[in-house]
């Protein structure tokens, strides 16, 4: 079984632009996350699609961030337009059932540098 | 508002030794608890994780965790560590209902020399 995929694996853009990260879940997991870790913090939650719905998006930072999950497969996130602070790694996780008591599966992080 | 501190930012351990990485959290109940590891290029992997019952909980790769509801702790040994080990490893938290809003540690990267 194929894990969680994330592409790509790093992005340098320049601010003011727009960049958007993909994540391709497990197969059948219903669930899918983002979360984003800033160099020296702690991984925050971002948001928390099921299926195509947008089922938590409290973590997101501000509406430059645009998350969408159209046909509940892949999902992408947009920011437009970048800023110096929306530098760090953006983690994908998905899970078959919602409820922490079901794990989650984390991609290994798209890095995105904004200059 | 919940928090998880993990007061190590690198811990520096001999191939062999023993390994204690410390993990406290705040919250307003008791949550359900896990630790986490990231080696380089690879996602994070969950190593165990703590629901209810047994305070010392086994995890994979030989770790083991121990929940102190006394102390809010939930800090993660290994008695003999081994090159393979050396890692950035999270604590995190998350609610006991609803769904997976996970908070996490900062992060402990663990060098293992030889």
Not at chain 2, 16 to 32: D, K, Q
């Amino acid at each position: 079984e194929a894990g969680v995929t994330q592409f790509p694996s790093h992005s340098v853009i320049e601010k003011g632009q727009t960049v958007t990260l993909r994540c391709d879940p497990i197969s059948g997991h219903d669930n899918l996350y983002w979360y984003r870790r800033v160099m020296g913090k702690e991984i925050k939650f971002l948001l928390h699609f099921v299926k195509e719905s947008k089922q938590d998006e409290s973590g997101m930072p501000n509406n430059r961030f645009l998350a969408e999950r159209t046909g509940g497969t892949y999902s992408t996130l947009k920011v437009q337009p970048a800023e110096l602070e929306d530098s760090g790694v953006y983690f994908c996780a998905s899970s078959r059932l919602a409820g922490v008591r079901n794990e989650q599966f984390f991609g290994p992080g798209t890095r995105l540098t904004v200059l | 508002a919940q928090s998880v501190t993990q007061p190590d930012i690198h811990i520096t351990v001999s191939e062999g030794a023993s390994l204690e990485l410390r993990c406290n959290y705040s919250y307003g109940a008791t949550p359900y608890l896990f630790w986490y590891v990231q080696s380089p290029g690879q996602g994070l992997q969950l190593l165990l994780k703590y629901f209810s019952g047994d305070t010392l909980v086994q995890g994979i790769k030989g770790f083991e965790a121990e929940f102190k509801r006394s102390q809010s702790s939930f800090n993660l040994r290994k008695p003999s560590v081994h090159w393979s080990d050396a890692a950035e490893y999270f604590c995190a938290v998350g609610p006991q209902s609803g769904y997976s809003t996970l908070t996490f540690g900062k992060g402990t990267m663990l060098l293992v020399s030889p």
